[in-house]
């Protein structure tokens, strides 16, 4: 596939196809992954005696963030995975899409409430709203490499990560 351009049926061009197989997807698939070893490397190590200073209440948001966050990028760098597989020649697209079906991508935000979220580490949030626009991202490339062309105007919009963060912000600001 590399950079041949990909013609659907009707003659056009499948500019979700040509971005899947661009730099901007190795780019992607590169940031994925070492978003995924940082996020380990945090839980592993600082972020457990990170943990160990929390207030209960806290220490049980940070259990519920760093849940979701594992499951979140497991379940991204599932779908990384199995696009580069196509991109490689090592899967086809026909099976990959019975692949997928086993990875749950399903947009997700942080579990916790604002006010959690501002007591939890900095880091931890930091991993968490990465793994956020990311998987935005992802979403949104799935979505589009999964759409008919006739459903083109059906399309639907992932959510813009800000507007979650405008929210949090406000809620912060809302309580001072």
Request: proline share 5%; aromatic share 4%; net charge neutral.
């Amino acid at each position: 596939m590399g950079s041949e351009l990909s013609f659907r049926e009707n003659g056009t061009v499948s500019f979700a196809q040509k971005l899947a197989t661009s730099e901007a997807f190795k780019a992607l698939f590169r940031e994925g992954m070492v978003l995924v070893e940082d996020s380990a490397a945090y839980l592993d190590g600082p972020g457990r005696e990170d943990s160990k200073s929390l207030p209960r209440m806290v220490a049980l948001g940070y259990a519920a963030e760093s849940m979701r966050l594992t499951t979140r990028l497991m379940q991204l760098a599932s779908w990384l995975l199995l696009q580069r597989a196509v991109n490689e020649g090592e899967l086809t697209p026909a099976e990959a899409m019975s692949e997928k079906r086993k990875v749950r991508l399903v947009e997700q935000d942080a579990a916790s409430t604002p006010e959690t979220l501002a007591k939890l580490p900095e880091r931890l949030v930091g991993l968490v709203d990465a793994s956020i626009r990311l998987q935005a991202r992802i979403i949104h490339i799935d979505r589009l490499l999964n759409q008919s062309p006739d459903k083109k105007a059906d399309m639907i919009v992932a959510p813009r990560p800000i507007e979650s963060q405008l929210e949090r912000l406000r809620a912060v600001f809302e309580t001072v």
